[in-house]
Nanobody
Framework: QIQLVESGGGSVQAGGSLRLSCTAS????????MGWFRQAPGKGREYVAG????????RYGDSVKGRFTISRDNAKNTVYLQMNNLKPEDTAVYYC????????????WGQGTQVTVSS
């Protein structure tokens, strides 16, 4: 079982940046694909980004392409989500996730961290 703990959420004005971090427990991090989802108030969960176990493959949701970057540091058991040019519609609870492949990263979920973007 892998446990995920997110940090780095907060409030920012439109056009600003935030970096989310997710630290994973367990010895299998370097062989696990990681991802980020988000859920805005009153909406379903949305895929944001995914990264393969060795970091050489990444995927992004259409709404964040060109603005968000996912990366990982296997030595630190940590995955990051750099969010630039934030928009009010990016306001959501962001969840760190893990799974067997970059296209399937929803087996395990963190508790979530709130990101609020004001106009």
């Amino acid at each position: 079982q892998i446990q995920l703990v997110e940090s780095g959420g907060g409030s920012v004005q439109a056009g600003g940046s935030l970096r989310l971090s997710c630290t994973a427990s367990g010895r299998t991090f370097s062989s696990t694909a990681m991802g980020w989802f988000r859920q805005a108030p009153g909406k379903g969960r949305e895929y944001v980004a995914g990264i393969s176990s060795n970091g050489n493959k990444t995927r992004y949701g259409d709404s964040v392409k060109g603005r968000f970057t996912i990366s990982r540091d296997n030595a630190k058991n940590t995955v990051y989500l750099q969010m630039n040019n934030l928009k009010p519609e990016d306001t959501a609870v962001y969840y760190c996730t893990a799974g067997p492949a970059v296209d399937y990263v929803s087996d395990h979920w963190g508790q979530g961290t709130q990101v609020t973007v004001s106009s």
